[in-house]
């Protein structure tokens, strides 16, 4: 069974740095595609940041590519999203998701985290 937990998130001004993590506490983690979600309100669910199996592979929407950097340490069942020159437009909650598919569709997450909430100030 996989069990996601967020962690990290906050209130940051423009420009700044956060570095969200998601645990598993299951067995499995190192079986599935892992990627972050966000949702700003109003708005639909978008993708963020996937990354393989391995860790060897990342892709990111075209929104945060060069900003956001996804990892993850398959030995702690952890998967992170190093966040760089924050903007007010990134204000969301983020959750992490694993995944049996390379995809970017919210349908394509088989597990959800309950998400943290990121604030830009400007």
């Known amino acids: 069974q996989v069990q996601l937990v967020e962690s990290g998130g906050g209130l940051v001004q423009t420009g700044g740095s956060l570095r969200l993590s998601c645990v598993d506490s299951?067995?499995?983690?190192?079986?599935?595609?892992m990627k972050w979600f966000r949702q700003a309100p109003g708005k639909e669910r978008e993708f963020v940041a996937g990354i393989s199996r391995s860790g060897g592979s990342t892709y990111y929407a075209d929104a945060v590519k060069g900003r956001f950097t996804i990892s993850r340490d398959n030995t702690k069942n952890m998967v992170y999203l190093q966040m760089n020159s924050l903007k007010p437009e990134d204000t969301a909650v983020y959750s992490c998701?694993?995944?049996?598919?390379?995809?970017?569709?919210?349908?394509?997450?088989?597990?959800w985290g309950q998400g943290t909430q990121v604030t830009v100030s400007s």
């Open positions: 998701t694993a995944s049996r598919r390379l995809d970017t569709e919210v349908s394509g997450a088989d597990y």
């Open positions: 299951g067995r499995t983690f190192s079986t599935y595609i």
